[in-house]
């Protein structure tokens, strides 16, 4: 950990929509509570040409749209804390003057440091590091902080990983993955290993498959030139369905601080095998209906921009396996997509049965497998369904049932904020702490894995296939799992 705590943060991008939908909130947010250092100065930056005072006004509209009214606090407290400074990142000039603001701010604050957050095209990367060290400000005391998308490809992620190195060692190197600052998506490893439960039957003798489902509702939400680039592997599965997976898959930690954390990760990001062209799916949506609403096709979408129909999927699902000791033989189901019946993000682990039913009579059949279900969004909730005697004089056999044994973690967590997952990560930035941000050989690791499935895909000439909006996805995602006598969790 780099132990100094920055009294300074400096956002590329400031009037962007990461920015104001999420990063502006979300201090705000922690400002209300009292979670910021109390001289925290907040400097925004980038092309258009404001003063503070017009940022201020920015931000203020950013809060009051996308910060319900009970967290956002004193607003002019916060807002006091901003200021800016416009700059053509492209260019070294303006970098000076950027410098001598963070400088007069930082004056007779004691050792306090400057946290960066670059949330900018990548094609901007390279030349604001650039900037950023002729001006004098990638000295010891700083840290940077890196949005997605780091690159579309393994290739491309390296060199923008080696243009930020080239100013910033690893400890200094904050990448971010949203979900990781999720609370819900921390609350695995509580479960996993606050638990002495789970451990001695997380593994392949136990453990038949698990399913992670990533599902919006949402189309090209104004991203369109964006994601008909990425698509829903290098968009969700490379990041975070890949950190999801790690953190089901992982071994035991020594601690919960970010080396051994991530030493974990990264060797099952490692193990994961090449996905062969049969195990996995892809997809692009058609018109359709989603909660009784009609929503175009994704042609229909891009075609409103001008842009031609593409190959790009929406959808994605893999048959993935972690080939340790572990995990041996277990297949992990992956599922995201765009246009699904419903948002939910969760994650299904499915036990065995028992070696040897002692259930006999008409009802035996009722005997199923347990199941334990996580429920990251929108619902926090872990479900365990166990299997129960019917109550009933067994007059042709026991009669068993699935019931659930349910935690809803609102609701064992009364009055406790629902915090937005950049929070948790900002706090952590400023503090110094890369525990929940993601590492470079981790980043690698799921590009490798992400780029031989690309390949895969090119040299078998897939294309994704259609279904309809509001459905989940082609029917041959479906046969995915049903092929192994598994049915995907609704
Ligand atoms: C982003 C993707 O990383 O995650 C988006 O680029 C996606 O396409 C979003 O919609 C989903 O995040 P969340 O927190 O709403 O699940």
Redesign the pocket.
């Known amino acids: 950990m780099t132990q100094f705590a920055a009294d300074r943060l400096l956002l590329f991008g400031a009037t962007g929509d990461l920015s104001r939908r999420k990063l502006l909130p979300s201090l705000c947010a922690l400002d209300a509570d009292g979670l910021l250092p109390e001289g925290l100065r907040i400097i925004g930056t980038a092309r258009s040409q404001h003063d503070t005072a017009a940022f201020r006004g920015l931000a203020r509209e950013a809060l009051e749209e996308h910060l319900p009214s009970e967290r956002r606090g004193s607003m002019a407290t916060f807002l006091n804390r901003l200021t800016y400074i416009p700059l053509d990142a492209k260019t070294l000039e303006g970098f000076d003057a950027l410098a001598s603001h963070i400088v007069e701010l930082g004056k007779g604050e004691g050792d306090g440091g400057l946290a960066i957050f670059l949330s900018t095209a990548p094609s901007l990367f390279g030349p604001t590091i650039a900037g950023l060290q002729h001006a004098g400000l990638a000295d010891d005391n700083v840290r940077m902080c890196l949005e997605?998308?780091l690159g579309s490809d393994l290739a491309s992620s390296a060199e923008i990983n080696d243009a930020v190195a080239a100013a910033f060692p690893e400890e200094r190197i904050f990448r971010i993955?949203?979900?990781l600052g999720?609370e819900t998506v921390q609350n695995l490893l509580a479960l996993r290993f606050a638990n002495i439960l789970f451990e001695p039957i997380w593994n392949a003798t136990y453990i038949e498959h698990v399913q992670i489902t990533?599902a919006?509702t949402?189309g090209l939400?104004g991203?369109v030139a964006?994601?008909d680039d990425?698509g829903a592997l290098r968009?969700?599965v490379q990041?975070?369905m890949l950190q999801l997976l790690a953190l089901v898959a992982m071994e035991p930690p020594t601690s919960f601080d970010a080396a051994p954390v991530r030493d974990e990760k990264v060797k099952v990001l490692r193990a994961l095998r090449p996905a062969a062209a049969n195990e996995t799916v892809i997809g692009q949506y058609r018109a359709g209906a989603i909660g009784g609403q009609a929503v175009p096709g994704y042609d229909e979408e891009l075609a409103g921009h001008d842009l031609e129909p593409s190959d790009t999927e929406t959808f994605a699902a893999i048959k993935a396996h972690v080939d340790n000791w572990r995990w041996k033989g277990v297949p992990f189901y992956l599922r995201t997509g765009?246009r699904l019946p419903e948002?939910v993000?969760e994650i299904l682990v499915q036990f065995r049965c028992v070696p040897h039913s002692i259930f006999e009579g008409a009802h035996a059949a009722g005997l199923q497998p347990n199941k334990l279900l996580i429920g990251i969004?929108p619902e926090e909730n872990i479900t365990l369904s166990l299997m129960a005697k019917v109550p009933g004089l067994d007059e042709d056999g026991v009669a068993l049932r699935e019931v659930p044994l349910e935690i809803a973690i609102p609701d064992a967590f009364v009055g406790q904020h629902r915090r937005i997952?950049y929070e948790r990560l900002l706090v952590d930035l400023i503090k110094g702490d890369q525990t929940l941000f993601v590492r470079r050989d981790e980043v690698e690791a799921q590009w490798h894995w992400i780029d031989e499935i690309r390949a895969e895909w090119g040299a078998k000439g897939m294309a994704p296939r259609p279904y309809t909006a509001g459905s989940w996805g082609p029917s041959a995602a479906i046969a995915l799992a049903e092929r192994d006598g598994v049915s995907w969790h609704e």
């Open positions: 997605k998308p993955d949203h979900y999720k990533v919006e949402v939400e991203r964006f994601y990425a968009d969700m990041n975070h765009k948002r993000t969004q997952a």
